[in-house]
């Protein structure tokens, strides 16, 4: 069992950056893939970075964040992290970390989900 907890999010302007973290509970955190996805109002969750297990060295990003958004994990620290730059009104959604054991794009593929952090950014 993973627990995972979201925090970081908030109100910033279209250009500004914002860092997410996911901490874990549990013992096995290096041994699972984690994912970030986002679910604006009205619209299906999406697909955002994957990481990959123990060492994290492949990473996958959604086309609309490629160049933007970098994912990386600590896992001493047992915590995952997305680093949002030049953010735009169209990344406004709730933003939530899964953990998985298999590195793909699609909700499926992840076993356990956090509450989800609010992002808003404003024009």
């Known amino acids: 069992q993973v627990q995972l907890v979201e925090s970081g999010g908030g109100l910033v302007q279209a250009g500004g950056s914002l860092r997410l973290s996911c901490a874990a509970s549990g013992r096995t955190f290096s041994n699972y893939v984690m994912g970030w996805f986002r679910q604006a109002p009205g619209k299906e969750r999406e697909f955002v970075a994957t990481i990959s297990n123990w060492s994290g060295s492949r990473t996958r990003y959604a086309d609309s964040v490629k160049g933007r958004f970098t994912i990386s994990r600590d896992n001493a620290k047992n915590t995952v992290f997305l680093q949002m730059n030049s953010l735009k009104p169209e990344d406004t959604a709730v933003y939530y970390c899964?953990?998985?054991?298999?590195?793909?794009?699609?909700?499926?593929?992840?076993?356990?989900w956090g509450q989800g952090t609010q992002v808003t950014v404003s024009l």
């Open positions: 899964a953990a998985g054991r298999v590195l793909v794009d699609v909700r499926s593929g992840y076993d356990y």
